[in-house]
């Protein structure tokens, strides 16, 4: 199972004709994963083919306008869409009062399963509000490892970082996946090509006609491999905890507002140089990493924020708005 990531948004602050506001997707399964929503992102949510009709979970990393205005827009989108599927919406304190005011005001509906669940990381909560009707939390649920979402195949971890606002960096991290599925083997013990084959693709011990076949020790699944790791850094100057959260990632998605020749300006105003970001993603481990949230001063040459990265890390990848990333 493949893993797609889209760039629909790589501008920082604001946009330019080839550039929307921060947006990165991630096609997961059936699922849709955004981080951050920045201005008008949905045009490039249409643009990438992705579907509105999906289960769909969106992290936003704080609340500055180029992180977060295109949210409200896309909500009366779905809601125009007639969608059925559920979305989940995680954030800083205050996410659901942000979302709530839009409903009061402009009269925004989800005629669909919603969730705001804000991160309180003063007092290690999560505070869940389901639908937009109550102004009262539903749940506020202990934080357990800084893990914010788990279910069967991935869950989601955020850390704090240092930006001028409350800031969330998030990694993506995948349960260990199941070897190679052997279908001579499938045959030569007499399983149908059915439905069956998917539940031992996963695993699963079945009863056939009274058999018990376990598919690891029948060898029909090779052994358990190592899930793959997504890291996305929010807006940040560099900062210990988004090491170790996306130690090992595979793939590290990471601002670089500013050249290695602006280094003051970025500490000042609490951004990363294309520099720092590579220095992280070799502290880390990672993989590959993805230049995102390209300041305006770089339209004609942004090329450079490569070649800088690149001198340190070198299987860096410049983000261009609707780019394509495969994770296999």
């Known amino acids: 199972m493949k893993i797609e990531l889209i760039i629909l948004g ?16 991630m096609r997961y399964k059936n699922k849709i994963l955004l981080f951050d929503c920045g201005e008008d992102f949905q045009r490039r949510f249409a643009e990438a083919g992705l579907k ?26 779905l809601s125009l869409n007639e969608r059925t599927a559920p979305l989940t919406i995680f954030g800083p304190r205050n996410l659901f009062i942000y979302v709530y005011l ?32 109550s102004e009262d939390p539903k749940h506020t649920l202990d934080l357990n490892e800084n ?29 260990p996946r199941y070897g190679k599925f052997n279908p001579d083997k499938a045959r030569e013990l007499g399983i149908p090509e059915s439905r069956i084959w998917k539940k031992l ?11 018990i076949i376990d598919p690891i020790k029948e060898g ?14 929010g807006d940040l100057k560099p900062t210990k905890s988004l090491i170790d959260l996306g130690k090992d990632s595979d793939i590290l998605i990471h601002e670089a507002t500013f050249s290695k020749f602006l280094a003051e300006t970025a500490n000042e105003k609490k951004h990363s140089t294309s520099v720092d970001a590579a220095l992280d993603a070799k502290k880390m481990n990672a993989k590959q990493l993805i230049l995102t949230h390209i300041s305006a001063r770089y339209q004609e040459d942004a090329q450079k924020l490569l070649e800088e990265a690149k001198e340190i890390f070198l299987n ?7 780019l394509k990333i495969e994770l296999k």
């Open 220 to 233: 029909i699944v090779g052994p358990k491999r190592p899930g793959r790791k997504i890291t996305y850094s």
């Open 102 to 133: 839009h409903k009061k005001i402009l009269g925004l509906k989800a005629n669909y399963p919603i969730k705001i669940i804000e991160i309180d990381h003063q007092n290690r909560k999560l505070i869940e509000f389901e639908g937009l009707d």
């Open 10 to 25: 790589s501008a920082a602050a604001t946009p330019s004709k080839e550039r929307n506001l921060s947006s990165i997707a």
């Open 316 to 322: 860096t990848v410049l983000a261009e708005d609707l």
């Open 52 to 77: 509105f009709n999906k289960p769909l979970f969106i992290f936003i990393s704080h609340f500055h306008g180029d992180h977060i205005l295109g949210l409200p827009g896309f909500l009366f989108r």
């Open 147 to 175: 893990i914010i979402y788990d279910s069967k195949y991935f869950s989601i971890k955020y850390t704090l970082v240092d930006h001028s606002v409350i800031t969330y960096a998030y990694a993506f991290i995948e349960k």
């Open 201 to 211: 693709q996963e695993g699963e011990i079945i009863n056939l006609n009274g058999q």
